[in-house]
Each structure stands twice: as C-alpha cells, then as structure tokens.
C-alpha cells in the first residue's frame, strides 16, 4: 500500500515529484525516513514525529472523523521538524500530498470525506451513541445528564450559572424524553423561563419541598402522559441531597424505559457526607442518575459522582489536596471557559481521565429567531461531525 501511495504521487504530473522523492514523502507522512522501494517497507523512524497507522488499519475505521485525525498527523509530520528535518514538500501544501496519496484530488476534498460522516448526538440509538463516545472519548449529554443508560451520576463545576442552566435546558430540548423522566430542580423564580419558550412537553411545580411532591408529579402525568419532564421550583434555602431524592423518587422510578435523572442546578445543597451518601444510595437503587451543579470544586463530591464535568472555576484556589481532582483542574484550566457562544469543557471520570470538548449555546439576542431554528433542530435531525 505504501508503494500504491507512492506512484500516485508521481502520477499526478502537476506535482512535479518523481519516485525518489515521493517515497521520501510518503515515508515522512507515515514518521519514518524511508521507503524501501524493493521491499515495500518504512525504514528509520524519526524521533519526535508521530507513528501514524497502517494504511489498512486506517481503512478499517469506520468512523471518518477519527480517520481524518490520522490523515492531519500526516499532514502535522510533513512539515519540517524545527528546521532540523530537510522540507520535502516540494513548494506544496503539507495536506496536499497527503490528499493525494488517499487519492483525493486535494485536502479539502479530503476534509469533505470525512464530513460526510455525521453522528447525531441527540440520537436514542444506542449503536449511535457508541459511535459518539468512540469518536469524543466520552458519552453523550443524553447519557451523562439525562440518564439514558447511565445512572452513575454527574457532577458539573462551573462559575456560569446562567450558562450551565441555558445548556441544561437545552440539551433537554434537543433531545428526545419519550424513553426518559426527567426532573429539573431550582431555587430560582426563573429557573423554567427557559424551557417555558421552548418544550413542549413538562410540568412545572412551584411549591416547598413536601413528602407529596412525587405525588404532585404523578397527578400530573396523568393528565398528560406525553409528559416526560418535571420542573421543580423551590424557595431559596439549603436542602439535603437526600431531601430531593426522597421527594422525587416515586415520580421518577415508575415507567422509564432507557433511564431517569434528576438535574438539581442552582440549589444550595447541604455538603455534609452522610446525607451526600444516603442520597445518591436512594436515587441508585432504582437507577435514579443524579446530576448536581456547583460552583466551588469539592473533593467529597467530586468522589461521589462517576462523570465530572468542568466548565469553570476559581483560578486562584489554592490546592485541595485530593491529588486526582488537583490534576484535573490543572489540566482544564488552560481551555475551559466561555467563548463567544461556545462553553469549552473538560470531561473527566475514572476510566477516561480529562477529555476537552465544547458545547454551544443558541444566542438569546433574537428569541424568535433562534427559537424557530432550535425547533427546527428538536424536530429535524440534528447531527454533527
């Protein structure tokens, strides 16, 4: 395959390059200094460039996207390493001869392949799931804080309280509730402003706290058993997280198919272990996924949760002493934040440790507008790639 690489870049005349220096190049793209032209083989490896897959590995991923991270290697080790590495490009682009190898007639028509290869994020599949872990290294929002599958729950670390909420709202109306029960609470007069303009599909309770509240919850569905989303809004006090599972427990355990989570955002919770503990043994008993939002790091909690999600928070904290919360705060410090509409994240649990992606907001400046083209989105096929 190497040497079917090769004589495609001869082939193209425009290139200029002759066999000599198109197995250089080729050799270069894959880390190494040559090409052995009897045998077919790369030879010398080049300290400091990255080993890139075999062609027939690369062939065998499925996914496009995690293809074209191969093929932008390939482009990375064709430019000269610090001026220590001759320039074998030949006055070309570095992508161009990479596109040509794969056969593609220049980058962008390469980039375009991998396009092509969409993942719907908000998809209840879960072979499409899968594909979206497998191409981010981590689950989707469906899974993590809506709790399709998932029931290992979440904690998120921010200073954007706004922000994190808009997000919240609207992964849940992006996303298909019809296998889920969701309940969203807050200690905010305008904690459902937000999915009041744009689901249509929920419940809204504005009462204190009581042993009823699943009760209130239930009456309700009954009513309308389309419903699938419950939005609590509490008067502003400290609650026990074992409160608001206790309170939430039999709405949420009866009739969900893929999952069940309860979202307490912008709610001053007691920080105390025991009723920490009791709390998220209650909600997991019956798979109850609980997603709480802070804005200060806590090592307590930050052991409590399988999934930590961190948006933001104060750079000039000093060190907690919990070595792996410690590590990953200094590691997404550099990238985290909010940036124009996008809020850049770091992803962290046990068995992935940080992983950075971004979410993006739909801008609030024209309501109409953006709320047209988020229906448009609930109700089309959102995807992205």
Not at 286 to 303: E, F, K
Request: charged share 20%; net charge neutral; hydrophobic share 40%.
């Amino acid at each position: 395959m190497y040497k079917e690489q090769s004589e495609r870049l001869v082939k193209k005349m425009a290139l200029g390059i002759n066999a000599e220096a198109a197995n250089v190049i080729v050799a270069r793209a894959y880390g190494y200094n040559r090409l052995n032209a009897k045998t077919g083989e790369l030879e010398e490896p080049i300290n400091g460039l990255q080993m890139i897959k075999t062609p027939d590995q690369i062939r065998a991923i499925s996914d496009r996207s995690l293809q074209m991270m191969e093929f932008l290697r390939m482009a990375m080790n064709m430019d000269p390493l610090k001026n220590t590495l001759p320039d074998i490009r030949k006055g070309h682009p570095q992508g161009t001869p990479i596109a040509t190898m794969w056969g593609f007639s220049n980058f962008e028509a390469l980039k375009a392949y991998a396009r092509q290869d969409k993942i719907d994020p908000t998809s209840q599949s879960a072979e499409e799931m899968a594909r979206f872990k497998a191409r981010t290294g981590f689950m989707p929002p469906s899974q993590y804080l809506l709790g399709r599958d998932y029931a290992g729950h979440t904690l998120i670390i921010h200073t954007e309280p706004l922000h994190i909420s808009q997000w919240i709202d609207q992964e849940i109306c992006l996303n298909r509730l019809d296998d889920l029960f969701v309940a969203v609470v807050r200690a905010t007069h305008d904690g459902d402003n937000y999915l009041n303009r744009y689901s249509r599909g929920h419940d809204v309770f504005r009462k204190s706290l009581s042993e009823d509240h699943s009760s209130f919850i239930l009456g309700e569905r009954q009513k309308h058993p389309d419903h699938h989303l419950a939005v609590t809004i509490l008067p502003s006090r400290t609650y026990t997280l074992e409160q608001l599972v206790s309170a939430h427990y039999s709405a949420l355990n009866e009739g969900a198919v893929r999952g069940r989570t309860l979202i307490i955002d912008r709610v001053s919770v007691a920080r105390d272990e025991e009723s920490v503990t009791a709390g998220l043994k209650l909600a997991s008993s019956v798979g109850i996924n609980v997603v709480l939002t802070i804005s200060h790091p806590d090592p307590m909690l930050w052991d409590k949760f399988d999934s930590r999600v961190i948006f933001g928070f104060d750079p000039t904290m000093v060190a907690t002493g919990h070595e792996q919360m410690d590590q990953s705060l200094v590691a997404s410090a550099p990238f985290i934040g909010l940036k124009k509409n996008n809020l850049q994240l770091a992803y962290h649990s046990n068995d992935t440790g940080v992983i950075f992606s971004i979410v993006q907001l739909v801008p609030e400046t024209q309501a109409q507008a953006q709320g047209a083209t988020l229906f448009k989105r609930i109700f089309g096929k959102p995807a992205v790639g």
